[in-house]
Each structure stands twice: as C-alpha cells, then as structure tokens.
C-alpha cells in the first residue's frame, strides 16, 4: 500500500515541476550542460563537497566538479569508503544530502556496501555512476569495467537492491526532470538514489528553467478526518494514562526530520524524554526532562524501570531493530504503546496507515498542553557521569567511556564504530549540542573512518565544534586509508583507537579464543605520519597504556585544541568488553537459542 | 543456446552423482558435519588457504575452518581485500579454486566488486556468506546487517548478477548434493559461485558418502560428426593458406584449461605463436616459435607485421576486449582466421556452436602433424630484452620496464595492477615458467595487491619462485592495509610501488593535469613497518630516485634472495606513461569518438 503511495506523491511532485516549467517557459530560458543543472542542484541542497574516485567514465563529470566554485571534489583512496563519507556526510548535515561519485562497474560495485548501509539506516545519499557513453550502451563493446558478457545492466540491476530510485539519463530531453525524480526521492524519503550519468551526456545542453523551482521535501498529506480521528485517540490513551507518559525518541526523528516539532512537543508538555542508542542526541542530553538511553534489558535499571513503568509510552520514530532495543527486550505491552511513524500511526493495536508525523505532531502538541502541570510533577532521573574509582591503573572499559565523557564538549561530533566503541559510548550523557553519529542498525565494521571524514566536512561547514571518533584496531584496519583523506584536507578529527587486540564485540558473540578474531599489531601512531603527514607537521599521534596517561592527555589543553588531526592509541585488555555489550552478546545468544525453538 | 547446454551439462552431472551415490547406498556412510562436508571437498580440489573477514554469521563456520588440518584460515583486512586474494589466488593454481567467506549483508556486498572481477575474467571462486539461522531466515527479524526492511533476498540477488551459480543451505536433505552442484560449475566453468550458508546449518550431520565421488570438470560432448566436419574444414583452410599460419593465444586458453593441448599442438606443428596481453606467458615466453604479444595496433611493428601478414590466424581462447585488442585494431580479416573456444569455434564466416576447444584440440593437433615441415619454414622473430641507452639518470619508462625484465627469473610470479605497470610490462618477454597474473579485462584499482597476497600463497602451496608486484602509487592506496596480511603470513613478495603522483592511466585518457589525479603522497618506505613488521625484522624498503640506484639495488644478490617481504620505492616522471599505455589512450579517445559517429 506504502509503495503506491509514495510512487503516486513523486508522480505528484514530477507533474507539478512539469506544469510550474511550463509555467516559466517563456520567461527566459538559459542553456546551459547536464552536469552544470545537476551541480547547481546539488549546491541548493546545500552540498560543498563530493566524494568519490576518478575512472574514465566518470572524468568527464569531475572536470564540471573540480571546475565549480562552491562544491569541492574530496578525491577518496577508495570507492566504499567514500560511500561512507557521503553517508557521514549527509547524517551531520540536516537537509542535505551526500554525493558519491564512482565509475562504472568496478567503481560502482566497490561503494555498494556503503549505499546499502545508507538504505538500511536511513540516509540520503546519491550515488552518481559514470558510464559508457550513449552509444556504447547500445552497441555493447566488450569494454573494459564489464563483465566481459555484453550484460552492461548488472550494475544498475545490483543498485536497484538498495537504492530507492534509480536513473539513467538515456537522452537530454528527460534529463533534467530525472535529475529532480530521484534528488525529490532522496530528500523526501531519506534514502539512498542511484544515477547512470553516460560519458556523452554530462556536457549536453539542456534548460535551466527548472532550476528556479527549488526541490521540496513533499510529504503525502494526512487524511485531515483520520488525522482527527487519530488525535482524538491519542488524548483518550493519554487520560487514561492520567499523563504518566513517557516519550521515547528513535532514529526516525532525526532521519525524517521532525526534531524541531518533537522538541516542541517535549517543551509544551513537560513530558519525560528518553532515547533508544540510535536516536541518542536527537535530544539534548543536557535537557532537563531527558532522562538516558533505554535499551529494554540492557538499560540502566533505574531507567528500565521509569521508562517500563510508565501508563503510556510515545514512541515517536521508532527502529526497533536487535541492538537497538536490546535484543528486542522491551517490556512494554502494546496497550501502553502509541507509535508515531515517518507514514503511519499505531495507537494500541489500532494501524493508522498514510497518517505521517510531521503534520500531526504540531497539531499533537498543542491539543497535549493542557498536560502539563501534571506531566511535570513526573521524576525524571538525570544520568549522571561518574568516573569510577578502580583499583587498577590499566584503561579499562567501564572507566573508559565515562572518562572521555568528561573530554566532551558543546557541538562536539562524536563517532563510534560498530563494536566496543558503538555500546561503550551509551552510558555516557552527552554535552548540549553535540550529535552522536554511529551505525547500529546495519553495523558495517570499517564505517566509521570514512564517515568521519564526511563528518568533518560536514561540521566544518556547520560551524560545529571537533569531531572525535572512536574505533577499535580491528575495524581501523578494514578502511585505514581514508585517514590520508583528512589529512589532506586539513580537517583535525580526535580519533581515539582502542588497541585490544582484535574484533571485541565478534569474541562476545562467538570464538572468545579464536584466533580468527585475532588481528595483527600495527604501529598505530605512525599511521597518520606514514600516510600523508610526511614532515609530522599536520598531525599528532599518542599511545596511552594507562589512567595516568589518559588522564594527562584529556587534561591538556593542547590536546584537547590541537587544530590538528591527532590520534591516541589507547591500550586495552583483549577480553575487557563494555557492560552494554556484554549484556547485548548474551542476549544475543539466548535470543537465537529461542528463535531455534519456536519455529 | 549455450545456456540450456551448460544448464543440461550440470544437470547431468548432478544425475551422475546421485546416481554414483545410490550405488554406495549401502556399502558404508559416516555421518559427518555439513562444514566438514564442505572443507573435505574444498581439500580435495587442493585449496590450502581460505580467505575472509570474520562475523557473527560466519563464526560458526570458521571454527571449522580454524581446526581443519590441511586448510588455513588468512584473515584479511577487508572484504573486498579477500576477495581479491581468492581471485590471485585460484589464477596461480591451475585446477584449485578460491575461496573467501564473508559475513551476511555487510561483508558479502563489501566483497562483491572482487567476485564481479573473477566473473568477467573467468576466475573460479567460491564465495561463502555466513547467514541468519534457517529459522531467522523465514521470521526475518530486524537484525543488524539487514536493510531493515526484511528483504533478507537482496543480497542473494546482488550475487546472484556476478556469479554463475547460487545455492541456499536450507536444510540439510539437499545440502550435499548443493554444495557439490555448484563447485562443479565452478571448476567446470571458470566462474564464481555463491554459497548461503546459515549459522545452524554448520554443524547438522549430512552423509560423507558423496565425498567418494570426486569432482570433476565434466564438459559437454562435442558431436561427433560435427567435429569431424569442423577438423575437416580447418585442414582444408590450412592447406589453402599453404601453412602460413601463426597460432595466437589468448586468455581462456589458461581460463578453459588447454594449456597442454595447445603446448601439444604447437609442438607437433611447429607454427609460430604470439600472445595477447591477456594470454601473456600462457606460452613460455622462450619457447623458440614463440614470437612476442600481439595488441593490434600497439604492437611492436615486427609482430603485428608477421602476425597480420599471415595468410591464416589459428586463434585460441579469444577475449577480445578493447585493452586486450588494442582497442580493437586488430587487422586481420575474417576469412584469415579460425577461432576456437571452449564452447564453439568459428572457421572463417561460419560458427559451429557446441564444438569445444578441449576435445577438440588433440584431434586438430594430429591432424596437423603434416604441416610441420612447412611450417617449420616460417621465421620468428623472438623479442628481445634490451635496456635503452639513455642520456637521462632518470627512471623513465621506457627504461624500467626491460631493466626489470633482466631481474626476473625462472618460475618468478609476475602481478601487475591496471594502469601503467599492465601496458608497460607488455613489451618484456619473460623467462621460463614464469607467470603472469593481471586483470586486464575488468581492470578494477587496487585489484593487485589483494592479488599478489592469493598468488603468494598459491605460489607457495606450489613451489615457485619469487612474487614480484607492479603497482602505481594511486592504485596501492585503494588496497594497501593487505600488505599487512602478508607480512602476517611470512609471504615474501617483491613489490615496485612506482610513485609518479597520481592516477597515470587517467590523465592519458582524461584531464591530464586535473587535480582529481593526484593523490596524496605518503611514506611509501614506512608502510611495512607501520602495517605489522613493528621490530623491522621481517621487511625491507627502499627508494630509488634514479637509474644508478635502481641498477645497484637490482644487481644485488641479498635484494634478489631477500626471503623477506621488499617493497621498492620508483620514483618516476608524473606525465612519463610507457609506450602502449600512451598508443592505447589515443586509440581509446579515437574509439569513442568513431563509434559515437557511427550511430
């Protein structure tokens, strides 16, 4: 049903532009190349760097790039780690999106990884393949970059499994009107999109005329009278909750944009906020109703218990996948449950399908004010973050994470890899302002190196403050070379590499002794050095092998305001694991011996 | 056609197995794991290393493979990496297969660009994802690694465009029987295939019977009456071309199996032979009727005379795609060739589809015997490896190439990365037994240095001589952390990482002076030592900045027999490109403007 919908909206969206180019039509018509109307595009939409890696067929198009005064080529070492980077890129620039460019076949199937994981979790990315040009795709030489069988489609067909739209600007008469499709698509449902942009097209001449209508994040209109119908219901639910309600806030907000109106409903009723791991952030921790990260068994006991014993839960954007809800712990019945979705709403066990909650939440709060006196006589917990006090003067997990805690500042970036680094970082509150970036839903180990060059770039551009990553040896090793990328552009990210031996969170969840977990030891603090800092002027590189060391380094003020990229080696037992994570991999195990049984 | 062949074929295979298996029905079956099933029948095609990144869907099975006596686990840096080395390694080891196992979703697209590069050039390997447990497979839970949307196929389909078989463990009724259907489209076809492997299928008994069977490569028959006609109208064409004829040989010679059939023919016919860049060192290279690479126009003008001037082409396993081809400047009209594949062979105008070269050739070869005296006649130039005098200390390409040439040694592996090094190293004839590994085809950055880790194991398991590795410095950077993977493993590759600032291929085909062809420069030297070799114990690295030092460090008989891991600095021109890289971009821009003409 969902499908047709949104098909039908981008049919709306496409006939609107059609009918207001029409409209302009005689207004003046400037000419100008394919490669200049999709640029322009992509800079209203507030983009200033493309990522990616040059090959024959996509160097046509970079000559435009490289040539643009506002959009920067950021020029990776390989094609999935800048998919990556315009995936870290797109989640630290609201409203914007990242642009990836590769080159046909070889370029293209390298980035898959990254556009899937930009599908999975929700990011809108564009990923720009340059191909054979117009005639080559219909005669179909046996090129180089093929699969040597004529079957020049494969890469398209393998794109169409984790993108949402895809073209091929076959001609110059659609080509415009493709070029807005799929960037409407990519804003408007916050996935990744795919473009087939032949070597031949990139300098045809096509109108501007359309490039005055600016791109809109058109939304399905909510049914008004099932809007009504549906809020009513929601005020019934929460007297009956005699306003003990809890909000819980997921990775949807952030991703279909509703932070402001969550913000304002948060505001008008004073009810307790909570967050799952993938929508941490999304609300200022340092807010005074925020009360910590649930994660159904998992949690903090303090905040299972205030969250699960609430008469009504809002979920508002939820993603209930495994890590993200603790396995799927939640002790919440459906009965205490309203769910507000991106295109639908559940309230009970009543589906109120096209009922999108960008539009009713403005209308949610004001008709939820009148709660407020007693929602705000509702305890909210603050966590608190306590550095404990241990006998022992090795780094340890559980002093770790609270310990860098205290580093954080305002607007700080912060970055967490998949693994130790993803599950340590939940039990520490964050500073105001800042945005935690990670990738727990599809958890591609590597991922985190190239977002955070996109995160940077991002963030320079935001005016945001450092950008800190936190990544563990053996996922360093799988995309390493994109640190070279940050060097080059004088961004100055902090990144913290927990040296412990090999894959941490993959011995919790199986082979805790197996030497297919174990990694070889690299000698990280030469890394930065040996890939692009050749005078060791640009960069600083520490080891840390305990608190002392720690310590002394988190309170340098130099350090913490190096301006410059700086990475801490920080030494950590193999087989010391996070609470968090500890719990999650038991979990994990029982909830695949359960699943074995039921079926 | 050929299609519903092979498909048949299969089938019969398949048929002869069962049937093979009922009749040791009742004389003896030990019940052994499905894992175990898989591993004996990867042993028995003499795979001896075994490639991935370890994840919580594959650990299961990885246990097996880290306790298996005979087969090791590699553990590689990325994905992509491993698959990469599966395809080195399976092209240095006639008859065996690579193998690289990756976990669900995340790890088996990182990998994919690497199987689409064994696909389009005929390499066989097995890629084996890890997957949920059967029962999570039909709940489709939201998992990590997932798309989040429950469509636990799209990985299948991705894989499903880049292999020739796929099979889904599902139970373990069929699991042998699917496990040996696709190995013997593996083998028997030279391609990729894809095994989904659940987490609680691993370990299920299976019956060990059908491990009696082994796997052969079984090809179609050809028709009897139709070979006989096809042998009688190639003799009939030889006479006519009064045994003017020159052999040339090309990649699916090698891919196809027929190695030994052509060697036979050629020796009981004494024509003379010639290569393509792709067939390089299919032949020996100074076997004396062997007379150098024919490129269509890039050839040297001897060959391409000699080659174009015969009055018939007995070509061999063509793959003419447009690198392989000179970009197809091949001047030779069909009525002067006959050409034989594995599945069909062209005499003149006319094709005779399911007519395979393996049976065929020892019917052709004596068949021919009586041409040789004639033949014998015909002159061969053998190419010639002389270092160019020149007035510059400079290493400039035209220099290097043969003064590497003089280096090489009996048995020496040979691997050079698309770009440069794949055109330069064309115009070096190489001694005896040496061979030669590219990707000329597919020609995916980064492709070599996951190569050289497989050939170097393969290159081991078989007792050859030194793995020598050409690659630009643009090209390392996709790639570079599996270096550490072969210090890891005591590999002793000799690598010439030639620094010439940036993507040379590129400019000569576009944007010669773009910025997005350069890259950034690193310490070349330091990579070794940063990326696992911490106390300098088990590599050594040099720079050589001209001709004198390039001279000394070649001439050095410690350099020669290192038994170390070596990696060797060139510092070479950023514009100097060798000959046939710079006829082939002129050729390449000639082509696309023609054939956009053409339409």
Redesign the interface.
């Known amino acids: 049903m969902q499908a047709t919908l949104t098909d039908l909206q981008s049919e709306v969206t496409r006939l609107r532009h059609e009918l207001q180019s029409l409209a302009l039509e005689h207004k003046g018509d400037e000419q100008i190349t394919v490669a200049d109307y999709l640029l322009t595009r992509l800079e209203q939409l507030g983009v200033s760097s493309i990522f990616g ?4 067929f996509n ?2 198009f ?2 435009y ?2 040539d643009h005064p506002t959009i920067k ?1 950021i ?1 990776n ?2 094609e ?1 780690n800048a998919a990556y980077a315009a995936d870290g890129y797109a989640r630290v620039k609201p409203h914007s999106i990242g642009v990836v460019v590769t080159t046909f ?2 370029g293209e ?2 980035a ?2 990254g556009i ?2 930009a ?4 990011v809108p990315v564009l990923h720009i393949a340059g191909v054979p ?1 117009t ?2 795709l ?2 179909r ?8 069988d004529a079957r020049f489609d ?2 398209t ?2 794109a169409e ?2 993108t949402i739209s895809q073209a091929m600007l076959a001609n110059k008469v659609q080509a415009t009107a493709e070029i807005d499709r799929i960037l409407t698509d990519c804003v408007s449902r916050a996935r990744p999109v795919y473009l087939s942009l032949p ?2 097209m990139v300098s045809e001449k096509v109108s501007s005329k359309r490039l005055k209508i600016p791109l809109s994040r058109i939304l399905p209109p909510n049914n008004p009278d099932v809007e009504e119908f549906v809020l009513d219901e929601i005020i019934k639910v929460v007297h009956e909750a005699e306003s003990n309600v809890v909000v819980l806030v997921d990775a949807c907000v952030s991703r279909h944009d509703v932070k402001d109106e969550v913000k304002d409903l948060l505001t008008a009723t004073h009810f307790p906020v909570y967050s799952t791991p993938m929508g941490k952030t999304t609300i200022d921790e340092e807010y005074d109703r925020y009360g910590g990260i649930y994660i159904g068994s998992i949690s903090d006991p303090v905040i299972k218990e205030r969250v699960e014993s609430a008469n009504l839960i809002l979920s508002i954007g939820a ?5 993200n809800t603790g396995m ?1 712990t939640y002790r919440i019945p459906t009965t205490h449950t309203i769910e507000l979705h991106a295109d639908h709403v559940l309230v009970r066990h009543a589906h109120f399908p096209k009922i999108g909650m960008k539009q009713l939440l403005p209308k949610l709060t004001s008709r939820l004010r009148d709660f407020r006196c007693q929602a705000s006589e509702l305890v909210v917990s603050k966590p608190k973050l306590e550095v404990p006090v241990e006998q022992t003067n090795d780094i340890t997990q559980s002093y770790f994470w609270p310990r860098v805690g205290k580093f954080f500042r305002k607007k700080d970036v912060i970055v967490t890899e998949t693994g130790t680094s993803n599950f340590g970082i939940l039990d520490v509150p964050l500073p105001e302002q800042t945005i935690f970036v990670s990738q ?7 991922w985190a190196v190239g977002s955070t060059l996109g995160a940077a770039l991002a963030a320079r551009d935001r005016g945001l403050g450092r950008v800190i990553l936190f990544i563990g040896d053996g996922s360093m ?5 994109e640190l ?2 940050m ?2 552009h004088g961004l100055t990210p902090i990144i913290f590499l927990i040296n412990n031996s090999g ?1 941490n969170i ?1 011995r919790n ?3 805790m002794n ?10 990280w603090t ?2 930065l ?4 800092d ?1 005078n060791g002027t640009l960069s600083m590189s520490y080891t840390v092998r305990n608190k002392s060391e720690l310590e002394k380094l988190l309170d340098d003020p130099q350090f913490a305001n190096a301006g410059k990229i700086q990475l801490v080696e920080v030494i950590m037992d193999k087989y010391d694991t996070p609470r968090a994570l500890k719990m999650a991999a038991e979990l ?1 195990t029982k909830y ?1 011996e359960k ?2 049984k ?2």
Request: glycine share 10%; proline share 3%; aromatic share 10%.
């Open positions: 890696v040059p090959g024959d160097m046509p970079l000559d790039v490289e080529w020029g070492c390989n999935l076949g070889v199937l390298s898959i990884n899937a994981g599908f999975s979790e929700m040009s005639t080559q219909k005669t030489p046996l090129l180089h970059h093929t699969l040597g494969v890469f067909k393998a499994q984790v070597t031949d993603l209930k996948s495994d890590f799927f727990i839903l599809y958890g591609s180990i590597g090793q799988l995309t390493v070379q070279s990328t060097t080059r894959y993959e969840l199986h082979g197996r030497k297919y977990n174990d990694i070889v030891d690299w000698k030469s890394l050095t040996t890939l692009g050749l994990s695949a699943s074995a039921q079926f």
